[in-house]
């Protein structure tokens, strides 16, 4: 049999429905970050990088692009004989086929693949988040403290601890209290999502809670093991690290990347972040055109100016155009003349010429406010743009758009049009 001291389980299969129309056609691991990354890559590196090498990617929700990124692993130097990358999507079993219905319930349904290798510990993580993390030293303060369970955790502004799981420490590190999404938090020590488990604890605990419709690690995983008694403790950990779940924060920690000092170094040799590079061409700079404080990506064409934007690999801005304070990904087309500001522009979108985006006064979003709660224009992929129309701010556009489609040649903040069935 082999055996493997500690493997990961990655959960990967959230539709991310607060990221709009970025996610209506994939899931939210699979966005693209920084200009040539996904937000998978960052759990992935971290992996390679703490010396992981065998890695279950539970996928569920539009997994299409994020099977043909993740391959069979050789960019994070996960194609292994033995272990690697394992994509585990939900599967028809003899007698039922379910999908997965919470956290746990995935981990469960892909014990076999667990069983596989025979680990001591199982490392859970989340396909979401930006940062960069060595799990070995996190199972090594596990092992130091002869742990059942450790959850890694950071410190937040006590005014965000309802947002997340909160732990209450004893001055071991031992966990005392745990709560889920606390009304009134007792402590602003959040559960970052990922946990080490001894893998006995946790089969024990999967097996018994089995029958839980919606089993989920901070609902029903952890409270099971607090109350038998198990030996669970918090590793503080005092990095960067960014939940990317809404489109604020999506669009901030874009916009960090490009400090002129970043307090997230995507370019660090000894940590490096790997991702599947197509062979591009370099970036054409055409004499007229200016940049500053910007992630220009490779094989893109820039005839216009660009400041203070995270710009994806292949994009083409044309003359005249101005850019400003916004993303745009892959194979994005930018007309002539056309200016763009605080915008997020999802892949292979086509705007015209003589556009403008983020025009106006601020106004609450018709078509999801909780969604849709910054002044930043959301395009989903494969949209296009006419000429000469004017868009407001908070505003959210998906599919192929007309003229007509802009009332007297604009779109008002606040308002949306969707043409690619409801994607909300």
């Known amino acids: 049999m082999i055996k493997k001291e500690m493997i990961a389980m990655l959960l990967a299969g959230g539709q991310g429905s607060r990221l709009g129309v970025l996610t209506a056609k994939g899931a939210k691991p699979a966005v693209a970050f920084g200009g040539k990354y996904r937000i998978i890559d960052f759990p992935l590196s971290n992996c390679i990088n703490s010396g992981v090498d065998t890695v279950g990617v539970l996928t569920q929700y539009q997994p299409l692009r994020l099977n043909t990124h993740i391959g069979i692993g050789i960019p994070w130097d996960l194609d292994r004989n033995v272990g690697g990358v394992t994509v585990l999507p939900p599967y028809e079993r003899s007698g039922n086929s379910e999908w997965y219905t919470g956290t746990a319930n995935a981990i469960y349904q892909n014990m076999n693949y667990i069983e596989t290798y025979n680990p001591d510990y199982v490392l859970i993580l989340s396909g979401d988040h930006i940062y960069k993390m060595d799990y070995e030293v996190m199972l090594d303060y596990h092992k130091a403290n002869n742990a059942d369970i450790t959850i890694a955790a950071m410190p937040v502004p006590i005014e965000e601890a309802s947002r997340f799981g909160i732990v209450v420490t004893d001055e071991t590190n031992r966990i005392t209290e745990f709560e889920e999404k606390p009304a009134h938090p007792k402590s602003n020590l959040a559960s970052m999502g990922i946990y080490i488990f001894s893998w ?182 494969n949209s296009h743009i006419p000429s000469n129309v004017r868009i407001g701010k908070n505003v959210a556009i998906a599919g192929v758009t007309n003229p007509e489609d802009y009332q007297e040649g604009s779109l008002s903040s606040g308002e949306y049009i969707i043409k690619v069935g409801d994607v909300r």
């Open 200 to 381: 006995k604890v946790l089969r024990e605990a999967l097996i018994q809670l089995s029958g839980q419709s919606g089993c989920d690690f901070g609902k029903h995983i952890i409270p099971h093991c607090f109350h038998k008694g198990q030996r669970i403790f918090a590793y503080e950990y005092n990095g960067y690290w960014k939940d990317v779940g809404t489109l604020g924060s999506y669009w901030e920690a874009n916009m960090e990347l490009i400090d002129i000092i970043p307090v997230f170094n995507l370019y660090e040799e000894f940590w490096r972040i790997y991702t599947k590079c197509d062979t591009l061409p370099p970036q054409y700079i055409s004499p007229e055109a200016k940049i500053e404080r910007s992630i220009i990506g490779e094989g893109s064409e820039i005839y216009g100016e660009v400041t203070n934007s995270v710009i994806g690999c292949g994009v083409v801005i044309g003359k005249g155009a101005v850019i400003r304070d916004s993303i745009i990904m892959q194979n994005s087309i930018i007309g002539a003349g056309s200016k763009i500001t605080k915008t997020i522009i999802a892949e292979n979108v086509e705007i015209g010429e003589n556009v403008e985006t983020g025009v106006g006064e601020y106004r609450e979003s018709e078509l999801d406010p909780k969604v849709y709660a910054f002044d930043l224009v959301t395009i989903g992929e």
